[in-house]
């Protein structure tokens, strides 16, 4: 069955997405046109999207490039039960089944927060106002890691060197007092050129490596750039 790139054609009867698929090319007003009740987190996405460019929501809770990533990333998720963001990055094992709102701060301080909230299979968006420190996208894998991801819609190389030092500053601060969770970092630039890279805990992810994160979502980058 059709149900859009950022999902699949899937095979067999079971509740999951199939490994055993293909992705497909779909134009966005298909893609937000698609209502498939039997995929939650293909619904979630598409809503909080169609939310985001319709403007029935505050512009500056989410951007559509976060919101797209968001969707692209559950889906990718539940369909090959892991993330993955570049060749040398860490493999996440997580199979999506929710794309929920939620805050991971419980305010602006960046020390304020509880890993017991976060369950696993999930991947949630960032609940804004109040602005939401370090992370747009976060969520807690089956090996207990818990992934903060910061998207990153201009082109400034010193704008993305910063939010790299400090989700490495972050991490490397927060890491000692958790015995439960190990963090990991990810910064999403699709607009700036040059080669991903994992340092440490945080792994950049640059141009064409992040848009190819967007599947058919890709198409919405044409009216990001900054």
């Known amino acids: ?23 497909l090319t779909s134009s966005l007003g298909r893609l ?72 991971f701060f419980k305010g602006q301080d960046d020390t304020d927060y509880d890993v017991q909230q976060l369950k696993k299979n999930v991947i949630y968006y960032v ?13 807690r894998t089956e090996d207990d890691d818990v992934v903060l991801i910061d998207v990153y819609g201009g082109g400034r190389s010193k704008t993305l060197n910063d939010k790299n030092r400090t989700l490495t500053d972050w991490i490397a601060r927060e890491q000692p007092d958790q015995d439960q969770v190990t963090f990991h970092g990810v910064v999403l630039a699709p607009f700036v050129n040059g080669e991903s890279n994992t340092t440490g805990a945080v792994t950049v992810v640059r141009g064409e490596d992040a848009l190819g994160l967007l599947g058919g979502l890709r198409q919405v980058s044409r009216w990001l750039g900054t």
């Open 127 to 139: 609940d804004e106002p109040p602005t939401h420190p370090r992370a747009d996208i976060f969520f």
């Open 1 to 23: 069955r059709q149900i859009g790139h950022v999902v699949v054609v899937r095979t067999g009867s079971s509740n999951q997405l199939n490994q055993s698929t293909t992705l």
């Open 32 to 103: 937000l046109s698609i209502n498939n009740k039997n995929y939650s987190v293909y619904s979630d996405g598409r809503d909080q999207l169609d939310t985001v460019l319709t403007g029935a929501t505050d512009y500056l809770s989410a951007t559509p490039l976060e919101a797209s990533y968001a969707w692209a990333l559950s889906c990718k998720s539940a369909r090959d039960e892991f993330l993955k963001f570049t060749k040398l990055s860490p493999r996440f094992k997580i199979e999506c089944e929710r794309l929920n709102r939620g805050r």
